[in-house]
């Protein structure tokens, strides 16, 4: 099971963290990568950020290069993203996903990939 926590609402500028703790299994011995993705109504689920755990490999889309960034505490089983300078168009239901799959800096899995999701966390960016 994976549980996402902390959206909420901030003006355009601020920061948020999100979390996602797993439970029910290891990050990173049955599942090696972990993923967010984010989606607003009427358009498909986006891919925001992918995390290889054992060697931290990382993969951002080009929109939140340098205001985002992921990590992973595997004493806590949990999955960070932090996320700096948010814009309006960050707006989103944010979804945390695992699979044993892998990602790197120039490539990460699609949803349909991904075979176990939480069950998100709203993100609202506006002034």
């Known amino acids: 099971q994976l549980v996402e926590s902390g959206g909420g609402w901030v003006q355009p500028g601020g920061s948020l963290r999100l979390s996602c703790a797993a439970s029910g299994f290891t990050l990173g011995l049955q599942y090696y990568a972990i993923a967010w993705f984010r989606q607003v109504p009427g358009k498909d689920r986006e891919r925001v950020s992918c995390?290889?755990?054992?060697?931290?490999?990382?993969y951002y889309t080009d929109s939140v290069k340098g205001r985002f960034s992921i990590s992973s505490d595997v004493a806590k089983n949990t999955i960070y993203l932090q996320m700096n300078d948010l814009k309006t168009e960050d707006t989103g239901m944010y979804y945390c996903?695992?699979?044993?799959?892998?990602?790197?800096?120039?490539?990460?899995?699609?949803?349909?990939?991904?075979?176990?999701w939480g069950q998100g966390t709203q993100v609202t960016v506006s002034s």
């Open positions: 995390l290889t755990i054992s060697d931290s490999a990382a």
């Open positions: 996903a695992a699979e044993r799959t892998y990602c790197s800096g120039w490539y990460a899995p699609g949803p349909e990939d991904f075979g176990s």
